[in-house]
């Protein structure tokens, strides 16, 4: 099973989008809530180099934003667990 962290706000709108479509795909997933926790904020922009949420890695790859989670998605990329996300 892909190991999937996701940053997030608790005020996101696509951040809820972002979950909802990884559940749909039948991904669970690791919400890592950085409104709460500088340190995680910290560790989100040292490794995705973004301000902005959320930011989705799949199996430590960073895969970006909810646009891109769900370019994923219409691709077929994220048809099913294991397919690998490009």
Known sequence: MAKVEIYTTGSCAYCVAAKMLLKQKGYGYEEIRVDTDPARLA??????????????????????GYAELAAADRDGSLARPGAGVP
Do not use: T
């Not at 560790?43 to 895969?63: C, N, T």
């Open 43 to 64: 560790e989100m922009l040292g490794r995705s180099k973004q301000r902005s949420v959320p930011q989705v890695f799949i199996d430590g790859a960073y895969i970006g």
